[in-house]
């Protein structure tokens, strides 16, 4: 019990001298900006990095707090230091909206450094990742503009770079070259932005009217991921959704036999009679179509 105690009372005086050693620092805000001057310098940094010109406001503010020495989990307040949260909106697309942070540097005194040690200003910005889904997105758009008159296109709420798109059609031709234009666009704004995207393809255009897409957005994962067709499937149907076969990329032997013939593999304990309708899954990213990737097609039965 005395050694236990002893212990916790070296514990407590070393935490203790490792805390004083820490307030012995003395931490001064340096050049401060403004409000005025934050919004101008988030600008003029997006339009540095980007080219593109933008609004910032500012959402929010607090004081700063640092590190009371690196790496600790204590932090300590800076006077007249603030850390700042923005908004920031495209001004060629209102509706193309990211953030960004902005930190007051300061400078560190202690005994040891008495000229100080300069700590930066911090800032930091989601502007461009945001640009490169948005302008994925928009294309995605177009190119199913350009080819059905009936679609849906959603954010997918499980994955922050994912996107699920619904149509439905028989034409293979059709399809393969809407795809071709997804793979196209994907991997121009690969650097800008990573972006994943499911495509369920009908071919029933009665269920596909009947359906209720909108559920989509009900399912709720517990892992950041791309939906997977089943669970988007099943969400929108509220039907029981059985997987039948498998390919690698979009191949019309396998789309117009209902994966019947060309199928890399199948399902054959499946009995397809008591199926009342198929809905294939196209999954496609930027480097499914590198080296010897493919992109990858489920078909599944509902029931």
């Given at each position: 019990m005395k050694n236990t105690k002893?212990?916790?009372?070296?514990?407590?005086?070393?935490?203790?001298?490792?805390?004083?050693?820490?307030?012995?620092?003395?931490?001064?805000?340096?050049?401060?900006?403004?409000?005025?001057?934050?919004?101008?310098?988030?600008?003029?940094?997006?339009?540095?990095?980007?080219?593109?010109?933008?609004?910032a406001e500012i959402d929010s503010k607090k004081q700063l707090k640092v590190p009371a020495w690196p790496y600790a989990a204590d932090s300590l307040k800076v006077k007249d230091a603030?850390?700042?949260?923005?908004?920031?909106?495209?001004?060629?697309?209102?509706?193309?909206?990211?953030?960004?942070?902005?930190?007051d540097g300061y400078i560190v005194y202690d005994k040891d450094d008495p000229e100080g040690s300069v700590c930066e200003p911090f800032f930091s910005d989601n502007y461009e990742s945001c640009k490169g889904f948005y302008c994925v997105k928009k294309e995605f758009t177009e190119a199913l503009d350009e080819r059905f008159d009936d679609y849906r296109i959603y954010d997918d709420e499980n994955d922050?770079?994912?996107?699920?798109?619904?149509?439905?059609?028989?034409?293979?031709?059709?399809?393969?070259?809407?795809?071709?234009?997804?793979?196209?666009?994907?991997?121009?704004?690969?650097?800008?932005?990573?972006?994943?995207?499911?495509?369920y393809i009908y071919k029933d255009e009665q269920v596909f009217k009947s359906t209720d897409f909108e559920r989509f957005k009900n399912v709720k994962l517990d892992h950041t991921a791309l939906t997977p067709g089943e669970d988007g499937i099943r969400e929108c149907s509220?039907?029981?959704?059985?997987?039948?076969?498998?390919?690698?990329?979009?191949?019309?032997?396998?789309?117009?036999?209902?994966?019947?013939?060309?199928?890399?593999?199948?399902?054959?304990?499946?009995?397809?009679?008591?199926?009342?309708y198929y809905?294939?899954?196209?999954?496609?990213?930027?480097?499914?179509?590198?080296?010897?990737?493919?992109?990858?097609?489920?078909?599944?039965?509902v029931k």
């Open positions: 002893l212990s916790v009372v070296s514990a407590l005086l070393i935490s203790a001298l490792l805390l004083s050693g820490c307030d012995s620092k003395k931490r001064v805000v340096n050049n401060p900006l403004s409000e005025e001057e934050v919004i101008a310098y988030v600008q003029d940094q997006i339009y540095k990095e980007t080219g593109d010109e933008v609004t603030h850390q700042y949260f923005l908004k920031i909106t495209s001004n060629e697309y209102n509706d193309l909206v990211a953030s960004a942070t902005y930190k922050d770079t994912g996107l699920a798109i619904f149509i439905c059609s028989s034409d293979y031709e059709l399809i393969d070259d809407l795809l071709s234009s997804f793979k196209d666009i994907s991997i121009k704004y690969k650097k800008q932005e990573y972006v994943r995207y499911g495509v509220g039907k029981k959704v059985t997987k039948l076969a498998f390919d690698d990329g979009f191949y019309k032997d396998f789309f117009t036999s209902n994966g019947v013939s060309g199928a890399k593999g199948t399902y054959d304990d499946v009995d397809r009679d008591s199926l009342k809905v294939f899954w196209y999954r496609g990213e930027p480097n499914a179509f590198v080296d010897l990737h493919t992109p990858s097609i489920d078909l599944y039965g």
